[in-house]
């Protein structure tokens, strides 16, 4: 080459900075497009509700009156002597030929299979669960079936929801938003329940606290809401004019009612996988299940009446303090059996309505000794028993007060609801929600925190003044260094400035041998195409575990945000570091009182 024409510049390394946009909150304007979607959610949840209810009404008109009506009929007014062990039998053949020939999704409550798909589904449900679950619920409960409305329509509205996602290009997060949108929305148009149902969406369902799923999920409740007076009807679904006392004695009373609550729920999960186990020991095919376990419902029919259907009379005349305590207890033991062994046979039914049943009548017998009347200890008892089954505190205490219209009796209802919840959490693993899922190899955490990670920066976790190379150093030398002297699998390339070129590893070093490139060949030059990713020090090491992810790397260069010099460099085993120290956290005890 003449020496009078200079030498072609060389291109740098091509770094890319990443600096994210710091906030309290991860929305971006997606959240609007998601909200405007959960309108269209949230009418056709109400409209399945009303569906539902319809399609309830109407198997009970057929199967215990002989009509074709969709009119209200309470299955206690039936005259049908021992066809009450028949009724709920054929019904519940149904139900196993459609589950065995349609989808064996639609056995079960309903919750347990939309939190698995959300968890492990990408939030995808079938057409054909959301045809197929509300039908067979519809016989279950319309033959007599002890459950209510709820848990089906939470997974018909889910599957709804769903549905409505996957004809859109959203990611799996997006289509989970819509999911519990139409769960929430389902149960607001059963209940009238809108802040009970956004809270279940929180702590059951969502497994995340962020703008984008909370603003969606409380547009479809609100949008099932404005629509259910003119399909459903408004109000309070169980009104109660009872008299509810907050005092310090009433809260106290309210907490020892709660773990009586919170026992009760404990018992009842126990119960209802033993009963579950021993079904699966029969040597039949489970499509038979169901029928095995209406014949146990229609003897308790024989027993007592009240057991069979949704129930929602006896509801209300447990708040209305209407029954003796002889029918309070046998409402309690026969409901409590025929419930769990219809449940545990594997039919398709909810649980709420019978949660609300049993704690009732547990907080009705107990009113008959505390004061105030057996409706408000009622009340209390559904909120606890609630609360502790399905560990959500806060849903069963607002969905009490909803439910009665008695938002004065919330502290209360939060007392009993929190007791339970409390000794239900000590004494069990796991929910009668989760318990399931569990039997079926996953395991879910309902518990939430903050990533400690996000509350991690670059600069806190990196490490100062790492040893590195410069650019200048020829392929030869670096083959050498690493082969010699090299103490880590990876080192920076830096330029003159100190600002970072590229990473040099022992990787590369074996292909650079192995290509037998010139001696004269420098890293500068062999990294002058690379784009590397680089961070800031203010940078949230959550964001650094997101780049190592995506850019499929195992270490980042930390660089000045002014001069752009390297300062540190952060490897995998660094984002270890914010884990360790909340471990260290909830571990560690230190006592006494420092200041300074």
Known sequence: MNPSIPAPARPAATIVAHQPRLADHSANWRMLLLAAMAIVVGTGGVGAAWVLLHLIALVTNLAWFGRVSAGPAQIVDAAVGPLVIVIPVVGSLIIGLMARFGSDKIRGHGIPEAIEAILYGESRLSLKVAILKPISSAISIGSGGPFGAEGPIIMTGAAIGSLFAQCFHLTAAERKTLLV??????????????????????????????????????????????????????????????????????LILAGVLGVAAGLLAVALSLALYRIEDLFHRLPIHWMWWPAVGAIVVGIGGLVEPRVLGAGYNSIQALLDGSLMLKAIVILLVAKGIVWLVALGSGTSGG?????????????????????????????????????????????????????????????????????????????????????????????????????????????????????????????????????????????????????????????????????????????????????????????????????????????????????????????????????????RGERDRTGGASGK
Request: one cysteine or more; glycine letters at 10%; proline letters at 6%.
């Open 181 to 250: 949108a139409g769960a929430a929305a389902g149960m607001t148009g059963i209940f009238g329940t809108p802040a009970a149902a956004i809270l279940l969406a929180i702590e059951v369902m969502l497994f995340e606290w962020k703008p984008r799923s909370f603003v969606p999920v409380m547009v479809a409740s609100l949008s099932a809401l404005a629509w259910r007076p003119l399909l459903i009807g408004s109000g309070a679904l169980f009104p109660f004019a009872g008299i509810v006392t907050i005092s310090a004695e009433t």
């Open 351 to 583: 649980v709420l309505a019978p949660l609300l049943i049993l704690g009732g009548s547990l907080g009705a017998i107990a009113g008959q000794w505390l004061p105030g009347g057996s409706g408000a200890w009622a009340l209390l008892g559904m909120a606890g028993v609630m609360g502790a089954a399905m560990r959500a505190p806060l849903t069963a205490a607002v969905f009490a007060v909803e439910l009665t219209g008695r938002f004065d009796a919330l502290p209360v209802a939060l007392a009993a609801s929190g007791a339970a919840y409390a000794v239900a959490v000590l004494l069990l693993r796991r929910s009668i929600l989760t318990e399931k899922i569990s039997r079926r190899g996953r395991h879910v955490l309902q518990e939430y925190s903050i990533d400690p990670l996000a509350l991690t920066q670059a600069g806190q976790i990196m490490t100062e003044a790492p040893e590195t190379l410069a650019e200048t150093m020829t392929v030869r030398d670096a083959i050498a260094f690493f082969e010699q002297r090299a103490r880590h699998r990876s080192y920076p390339v830096v330029d003159a400035q100190g600002r970072p070129r590229g990473i040099a590893s022992r990787s590369d070093a074996l292909r650079w041998r192995q290509a037998e490139l010139p001696g004269e060949v420098t890293l500068g030059d062999q990294l002058s195409d690379i784009s590397m990713p680089a961070v800031y020090p203010t940078t949230p090491a959550s964001d650094v575990a997101n780049l190592m992810i995506t850019d499929d790397i195992g270490r980042v260069c930390v660089i000045a945000t002014e001069s752009g010099r390297l300062v540190g460099i952060i490897a995998r085993r660094d984002l270890l570091q914010p884990r360790a120290d909340t471990l």
